[in-house]
């Protein structure tokens, strides 16, 4: 006779006893699994569970702080009804583990995991087949660490997130990998660091709503609807990012609205229908720092839309986009800061070689103002008409094109794109 777990030599004894009061050892070969909620209730706080190989009967709900370490070999099925896995115990560790078959209910938010908890560390996980991924519900100080997640269904809109955090500060999300999922949202949550994440196939990479003071760092976001969503949400720092082939006409890499004080800083926006749309700040605090930062083949590098400027803008690459700069109306870009940004258009010279030239560096509209006005005109971009009427423009302008923007210290360098930025 043997039983089909192991969690702790001085516990083998009693356990085995136990079990075989409730049934669940057998004299046979090819015995069934014991339920895995009954492991985690005999396990010691502290202790850690590593159960056999084999697919479990969820949903499960892990109360104690433990370490449950499925060593990738073993399997929570949830049956196709609620959450898989909940984690309401702080400290707890969930390693190895592959979680799948959740409910498809988006009111219950059904999930792969519910994390209710505080200081746990969850790694190293797959989740699969359900509709939201991680459900993270004010839970602070947690590490989520390498966990693969994907929702199901095709239409973007109609999966879950693969992460839905609410009213959590302080959390680190790093090294996952998300694919084939709806968003990563953060609402309400403030003071988390997401670093080092893949994240493709989606709608939205990230969205902050009302969440202040998050550090995002490094991630690559590539073939979604649109990268990172920041409304209302103050203070964050975006840095070192790679977003990437995002060609649906309504995205764009970065989107932001009414958010005070944010810094994008060293990110690849490559390939995108738009690289950045931002709303003109109402009030003067209400500003955008854009920081060394390359914008390259892009259909429009930037687009700004109110009345009234104030962005500040240096030290970014312009290469091989179509449009460098889209407007709503003149005054929209033409009040941001502009300053040492390189632009491939730029027909000055360095006479000085200082690598700044010696003219100032504007943007004037001309037949754009045909496709910028009348959007089903779009289609005719690049064409030999819209550009022989762009060349007539500038030749002989009807009138006066309208400044769109004045870069004075513009930078003439040759560095080449790296191939790595793909």
């Not at 030239?357 to 943007?363: A, F, L, R």
Request: include cysteine.
């Amino acid at each position: 006779m043997s039983v089909c777990f192991v969690i702790k030599s001085d516990m083998k004894r009693a356990l085995s006893a136990l079990l075989l009061l409730i049934g669940v050892v057998s004299t046979t070969p090819g015995f069934c699994l014991a339920p895995l909620q009954l492991l985690i209730e005999l396990t010691p706080p502290g202790s850690v569970l590593r159960p056999p190989p084999g697919t479990y009967e969820g949903p499960i709900v892990l109360k104690r702080a433990i370490t449950l370490d499925g060593q990738g070999k073993v399997t929570i099925d949830g049956g196709g009804e609620g959450t898989v896995l909940s984690v309401k115990a702080d400290g707890a560790v969930i390693r190895g583990m592959h979680l799948t078959h959740s409910g498809d209910s988006h009111d219950r938010v059904d999930a792969g995991l519910l994390l209710e908890a505080e200081g746990t560390l969850i790694e190293n996980n797959t989740i699969d087949d359900v509709l939201f991924g991680i459900h993270i519900r004010q839970a602070n100080n947690n590490t989520l660490r390498g966990n693969h997640v994907s929702s199901r269904g095709e239409a973007e809109s109609l999966r879950g997130d693969g992460i839905r955090m609410w009213y959590s500060s302080d959390n680190l999300i790093q090294g996952n990998h998300f694919d084939h999922i709806r968003d990563l949202l953060f609402t309400n949550s403030t003071d988390n660091r997401i670093i080092d994440n893949t994240v493709r196939n989606g709608r939205m990479g990230m969205e902050f709503i009302y969440s202040h003071g998050n550090w995002v760092e490094n991630n690559r976001i590539s073939e979604n609807r649109t990268g990172i969503v920041v409304i209302y949400s103050n203070g964050l720092t975006i840095k070192g990012n790679r977003i990437i082939h995002l060609r649906n006409p309504s995205g764009s890499g970065f989107s932001i609205k009414d958010s005070s004080q944010v810094t994008i800083k060293d990110n690849s926006i490559v390939h995108c229908a738009v690289g950045l749309i931002a709303n003109a700040p109402v009030d003067p605090v209400n500003i955008i720092y854009l920081y060394d930062n390359l914008f390259a083949y892009n259909d429009v590098a930037l687009y700004f839309y109110g009345e009234k400027g104030g962005h500040v803008i240096h030290g970014n690459r312009f290469q091989d986009n179509f449009t460098e700069v889209l407007v709503s109306s003149p005054s929209s870009a033409l009040a941001n800061d502009w300053r040492g940004n390189y632009w491939d258009g730029y027909q000055g010279f360095d006479r000085g070689g200082d690598g700044v030239g010696d003219t100032p560096h504007t943007v004037h509209t001309y037949s754009d103002r045909i496709w910028r006005d009348r959007p089903m005109a779009r289609f005719y971009r690049g064409s030999p008409m819209l550009e022989f009427i762009d060349f007539a423009e500038r030749l002989a302008p009807f009138s006066k094109p309208d400044l769109i923007l004045r870069d004075p210290t513009p930078r003439v360098d040759s560095s080449a794109i790296s191939e790595d930025t793909f």
